[in-house]
Nanobody
Framework: QVQLVESGGGLVQAGGSLRLSCAASGSIFSIATMSWYRQAPGKQREIVATSTSGGSPNYAASVKGRFTISRDNAKNTVYLQMNSLKPEDTAVYYC???????????????WGQGTQVTVSS
């Protein structure tokens, strides 16, 4: 199994910054994409940013220029640096990865438990 553990959420004032971390552990052979999603109260979960192994990151239009996704492949960890935070960024942020546990196994999607980010106005 693969486990994802997020950390770094919290309460911040508008204009402030937070850095989220997500570490993948367990039986991991390789990880393709690592992504951040978020879900605000009463809304559907939406993708925030994606890091693809060997490719350029992708961002939702609402966070482009403010958020930066980065990845440490040696640690199987993905980060989300969030700057110029707005109240509308308030949500539970989830980490997601596509990984396989051996060269012969298929690719599966795994989710973290989520971390709350609250931005006050």
């Amino acid at each position: 199994q693969v486990q994802l553990v997020e950390s770094g959420g919290g309460l911040v004032q508008a204009g402030g910054s937070l850095r989220l971390s997500c570490a993948a552990s367990g039986s991991i052979f390789s990880i393709a994409t690592m992504s951040w999603y978020r879900q605000a109260p009463g809304k559907q979960r939406e993708i925030v940013a994606t890091s693809t192994s060997g490719g350029s990151p992708n961002y939702a239009a609402s966070v482009k220029g403010r958020f930066t996704i980065s990845r440490d492949n040696a640690k199987n960890t993905v980060y989300l640096q969030m700057n110029s935070l707005k109240p509308e960024d308030t949500a539970v942020y989830y980490c997601n990865c596509n990984a396989r546990q051996s060269s012969a196994s298929g690719w599966f999607t795994y989710w973290g438990q989520g971390t709350q980010v609250t931005v006050s106005s």
